[in-house]
């Protein structure tokens, strides 16, 4: 059986990504600094902050955000945490982990924040040192507009630092940090960046950076040292070699193809995944959806885990519904390497699945729904 990887991440890696990463360069050769110095450049252009620092760290995404948190917000400072997910969540974790004054405002999953709600949450933190907010809430398939969040705060709260997980927007969707007036943003290398999963990516605001006081930063995770390393191709410890060499070869491809292409064939994809549900009876999740996974409520009657695990019989892997969603959300992502007919076959498994499951669905329902998204120009 073909084996097939619609999960929201780690995702399908392209052969030639993967080939890439069968290398072990040593990192203090010339070749490797050149490489180092060509995914600097590469990966800023993906984050649309070209020709800063993006730096590069060997951990999974949450050691970016580890890293970013301590490397600007000083000890034991008050920071909000806007969490509608899981990994909203995660951020309200590890902020209190250090022993920051945390302020969780959490919404239901699935919800979008609401701005009106925002204003008086902040103006009763005027203390505030920095929010953190999740951009494409992975959990629950929400984008969260961290553009207008982020304007939001400026008004209320100009000095808080906005730092933003973008692991699942990065090279996904638009994500402008600078133009959107963020602050931090972190996201990892094994989803929209096509990459096996091992590297994270922190990039911070002028202001971000210069916040330098009573700092309590991570001795492995620095990344004021690792900045000053990197600038010139180097990196303080030794580097994720084989993947910052598939890296590159992941960064040319998304280049090539140009990065609002990217946008716009995952919005697409994604779209035609969530249609070819809505047509079998499953329900859209998100209140505001993003493009990075399909979450997709079962139809009524059907518990979301024999989805998955049809999915899984059949060789492809997506994702369940975490924490209290288990037994009624799935999550197939389009994230990965992934064209047109991987949301046909997506859609084509669903039909199947749901056919074994009891629902007699005409052949071709899914599918369809799939394909008149995908046809439309
Ligand atoms: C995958 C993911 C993470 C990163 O988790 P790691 O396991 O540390 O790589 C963080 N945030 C979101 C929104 C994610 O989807």
Redesign the pocket.
Known sequence: MKARLYA??PVEVPPLVLEATARVPHHRTAAFKEAMLQVREGLAKVACVPGEDVIILA?????A?EAGLLACVPRGAKVIGLAA???GE?WVKLARHYGYAVVEHAVAWGRDFDLSELAPLLRAHRDAYAVTV??????TGVLHDVAAIAAAVREVLPEALVLV?A??SLGVTELRPRDWGLDGM?A?S??GLLTP?GL?FAWLSERAWASERDLNPSFYLDLRKERAQQRQGQTAYTPAVSLVMGLKVALAMLLEEGLERVWIRRERLSRAVLAAGEVVGCRIFAERVSP??AALLAPDGLDAPAIVKGFAARGARIAGGQDHLKERLFRPSMMGYADAYDAVTVAAILEDVLRELGRPLPYGAAVGAAMRVLAEA
């Open positions: 929201p991440g951990g999974s995404g949450t050691s955000f997910g899981k990994f995660r999740v951009h494409s809430e992975t959990s997980d692991v699942t972190f990892g094994q989803k999963p994270a990075a996974v």
